[in-house]
């Protein structure tokens, strides 16, 4: 082993700084001997030093001041690891990693919210100052996927990508789906286990898999768009019901996907749930697992799972990001001649599930036809399980209503292939029908996503 020393900086010593901490302070001589270097930790910012778990050992080591970790002349590499996500917030986070850039120091962040607000700014002052940004963590947490898509896929094409990007959503819904839970109860139970925050909005919202979609079309792409541009739905509206509808009558899960896809020289993107084949791939991928589905030119089908979060699988993205960096490979965004459509997919024609939960009477169902069908919608069949009484005060309680929980009627139609605008068209036309209790859910049927070999 040689006598050559890498020296790191840590913004942050939460649950990821701390398990960067646990890996090169608690397997330092490890990685030396796997490496030929060593690296060390020389500065540690975090607002409150004491009491973090490595200050009682080197306490000289933790800051409450940023800039003694951006300025110091002997660290060459910053790790971002602070918990600051929100859209308010993050231009604090972008401001020390530009500010590092400049000094000439390499970052690795792990936050894509950060990116997905800063991106461009933040990519274009490393290329001026010929530093590096990595951001493995900051997508799939454990699962080596920017690694993958910016080194291993370089001399391909990917063409599109289907992500289970946020564990928090796929644990509810697993939740739902397998253990037949509510969305409340599998909420609470994902924030019992540690998985969803106590606000666990930008996750069920969707706004966090958007951001990881928007960090993966800075990378395949070098495309920066504005949040507003991604589509996105969230997992709000989605009940025990739809899963009872998805798996008995059209054997079918739903997943939250964000998805990514390319059509000659334009691309686009999404988040929202999808109904998929149940022995699809993604479908079995259970509890807060996440999933990456890749589709490009050459390696044709691959499919990446594991842990999307935690400190363990999380903190060895931002170490094996910072030993690649010391080991002198270099990856940046992909800038390819490609331009970003929004409504790429406007023209697109899908299958579609419309979930109707209405108060009883008799002609509802040609009421909403006729309306489908003043868009030139088709139907293929108009479905209604057998709902217990328990089922259906469900929908009383949860409404607030005062009705016989048996005047409620909850059943769902689905299309035959159609525009998702026209389907909006419609729903804008049916929701304000005075027998509708609930917002219609609209989900979209996608039969042929791609699969693996086996799936
Ligand atoms: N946890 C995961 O499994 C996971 C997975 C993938 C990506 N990430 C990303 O990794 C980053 C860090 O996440 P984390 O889970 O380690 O967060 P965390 O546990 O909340 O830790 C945040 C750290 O940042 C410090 N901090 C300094 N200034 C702050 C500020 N203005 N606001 C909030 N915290 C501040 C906090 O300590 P003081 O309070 O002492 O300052 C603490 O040391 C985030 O971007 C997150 O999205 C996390």
């Known amino acids: 082993m040689g006598n050559r020393v890498i020296k790191i900086g840590l913004l942050g010593s939460g649950t990821v700084g701390k398990g960067v901490q646990d890996i090169i302070f608690g397997d330092g001589d490890g990685l030396a001997r796997r490496l030929g270097y060593r690296l060390e930790i020389e500065k540690i910012y975090t607002r409150l030093p004491e009491g973090k778990h490595w200050y ?29 996500e929100r859209p308010e917030d993050t231009r604090q986070a972008a401001s020390y990693i530009i500010k590092a850039l400049e000094k000439g120091k390499s970052v690795v962040t792990a936050n894509k919210a950060v990116l997905a607000g800063f991106g461009q700014e933040i990519h274009s002052t490393a290329l001026k100052n010929n530093t590096q940004v990595r951001f493995e963590a900051s997508v799939a947490g454990g699962i080596p996927i920017i690694r ?10 990917v063409t599109a990508l289907y992500g289970i990007l946020n564990g928090t959503c796929n644990y509810i819904l697993s939740g739902i789906r397998n253990d037949g839970k509510t969305f409340k109860e599998a909420l609470s139970q994902a924030q019992k286990l540690g998985y969803a925050e106590t606000n666990p909005e930008s996750d069920i919202n969707g706004d966090d898999t958007r951001y990881k979609i928007m960090v993966l079309l800075q990378l395949l792409y070098g495309i920066f768009v504005k949040t507003e541009d991604v589509a996105t739905e969230g997992i709000k509206s989605l009940e025990k019901i739809d899963f009872d509808y998805a798996s008995k009558k059209l054997g079918t899960n739903i997943k939250l996907l964000g998805s990514i896809r ?5 691309v686009t993107a999404s988040v929202s749930p999808i109904m998929i084949k149940d022995d699809h791939v993604l479908s079995r991928v259970n509890g807060a697992l996440n999933a990456i589905l890749v589709e490009s030119k050459y390696c044709e089908t691959m499919c990446f799972v594991g842990k999307g979060a935690g400190a363990g699988p999380t ?7 910072i030993i690649s960096i010391a080991g002198g490979a270099h990856f940046g965004t992909r800038p390819e001649p490609v331009k ?3 409504y790429l997919d406007k023209d697109t024609l899908h299958r579609h599930y419309l979930r109707f939960v209405v108060k009883d009477r008799t002609g509802i169902v040609s009421d909403i036809l006729t309306h489908l069908k003043k868009n030139r919608i088709n139907v293929d069949e108009v479905l209604q399980l057998k709902h217990s009484t328990e089922e259906k005060g469900y929908f009383r309680e949860k409404l607030g209503l005062a009705c016989d929980p048996d005047e409620i009627l909850p059943f769902i139609i689905t299309l035959e292939p159609c525009k998702e605008s026209a389907v909006k068209e419609a729903m804008e036309q049916i929701k304000g029908q005075d027998f509708m209790l609930m917002e219609p859910v609209v989900i979209k049927i996608v039969p042929d996503l791609p699969d693996v070999v086996g799936g």
């Open 340 to 342: 970003f459509n929004r």
């Open 148 to 157: 993958s898509l910016g080194e291993g896929l370089v001399s391909d094409d």
């Open 315 to 321: 903190a060895n993205s931002v170490v094996s990001d």
């Open 262 to 266: 390319r059509s000659g020289g334009e």
């Open 56 to 84: 009682a050992k080197f306490p000289t080591k933790f800051t409450n001041t940023p800039e003694d970790v951006i300025n110091h002349p002997e660290i060459s590499i910053i790790a971002e690891v602070l918990g600051i």
